[in-house]
């Protein structure tokens, strides 16, 4: 397969001896089994880093961004990030929000959006932005909204006023509408599209002009997305949305890694704050819009009891180790040129691509 690929022997860093689990002497590392096992995929378009709390940063890429056509993949490329929207965009956007005092987890969704279900009795505008971030807000995980082709405004209109978006479950459900909602609530509070917002605080972009990696050749929109959002719904909502639409390089989604796990991205109590748990049943815990580690997580079998990270649709994710002290992002196109039969391959690799990292580091 053309295209960029790290060479063997080149996938080095130093990872410091307090940071060892097995009190090993600090070291460099070499990671060519863990990027090993990304080169035998056959997803099209791969690109992968580790980075430690010291600064110290490991890449790999390799494939090709559009398969159909050969375009090589560069360090240029942007991937669709899909839902790890969540957490690189929205997320810091409302949680810089609470730590400025302009909102708390307690602020329901009525206070801020005073049309939310304002010919109702309960549902939506009752819950709180804590239940948002936590999925436990009652919402549905999903619904075609892009069916029902509107402007933005309306279409969040749909989901604050109408009850079938909203089921009234206890949870935790996992819900793209509820970070739709809350990126609205970041927009009316701040009085800036989110796009503007995310451009400033995360550096990454939506509706992207640059080089893009292509997705799924796409029948409803007649085309092979590249630089377009793939999640129908963000599509529809323009391609900003709290819950996707969201591009970003590898460099870029690296260094808000970084900045998570060094703690530099907003005050430190907020960051330690949103992966507390909030939320558990005997599939997945959950803290704020982050999912916490457990035995079946997609951190793998050696991830950390501190560890957390998000997913994205796309084939996207991020890993972070707050006490071992690194954080793994894996960016990929697995749904290119067709998301269907990719499922079972990407859970298994991001499973045993973050282990052979774990296990790289504990040597």
Do not use: C
Request: charged share 20%.
């Amino acid at each position: 397969m053309a295209g960029i690929r790290g060479r063997p022997g080149q996938h080095l860093l130093f990872y410091p001896a307090g940071r060892r689990q097995d009190g090993g002497r600090g070291a460099r590392v070499n990671f060519d089994k863990a990027f090993g096992i990304l080169d035998a995929s056959s997803i099209p378009a791969v690109a992968a880093s580790i980075v430690t709390a010291e600064g110290e940063q490991v890449e790999h890429q390799r494939g090709v961004a559009n398969r159909l056509t050969g375009e090589a993949l560069t360090p240029q490329h942007q991937f669709d990030l899909a839902s790890l929207t969540k957490v690189l965009v929205t997320l810091p956007e409302v949680l810089a929000l609470i730590s400025e005092g302009k909102l708390s987890l307690t602020t329901t969704v009525g206070e801020v959006l005073p049309e939310a279900g304002w010919m109702q009795e309960g549902g939506l505008k009752t819950q709180s932005i804590a239940a948002l971030l936590s999925h436990t807000a009652g919402l549905k995980a999903w619904a075609p909204l892009y069916l029902y082709p509107a402007d933005r405004s309306t279409l969040i209109q749909r989901v604050l006023q109408e009850r079938q978006f909203w089921t009234g479950g206890a949870g935790p459900l996992y819900s793209d509408f509820g970070f739709m909602v809350l990126g609205a609530v970041a927009e009316r509070l701040r009085g800036q599209p989110l796009d503007e917002l995310a451009a400033k605080r995360s550096g990454l972009t939506f509706n992207p002009a640059g080089p893009a990696v292509a997705t799924e050749t796409d029948p409803w929109r007649g085309q092979t997305l590249q630089g377009v959002v793939h999640d129908e719904n963000a599509f529809a909502m323009q391609g900003v949305s709290g819950h996707a639409g969201a591009f970003g390089t590898l460099g870029a989604v690296t260094d808000l890694a970084r900045r998570y796990l060094n703690e530099t991205l907003l005050p430190p109590p907020i960051l330690r704050l949103a992966r507390q748990e909030f939320a558990a049943n005997a599939e997945v815990r959950r803290g704020l819009g982050w999912q916490l580690s457990t035995l079946d997580s997609f951190g793998g079998n050696l991830a950390s009891p501190e560890g957390y990270g998000h997913t994205g649709f796309t084939g996207t994710s991020v890993w972070i180790e707050p006490q071992r002290g690194y954080a793994i992002t894996l960016l990929t196109n697995r749904v290119h040129p067709a998301r269907h039969g990719t499922a079972g391959e990407i859970v298994r690799l991001r499973r045993e691509f973050h282990d052979a990292v774990h296990s790289t580091l504990s040597k």
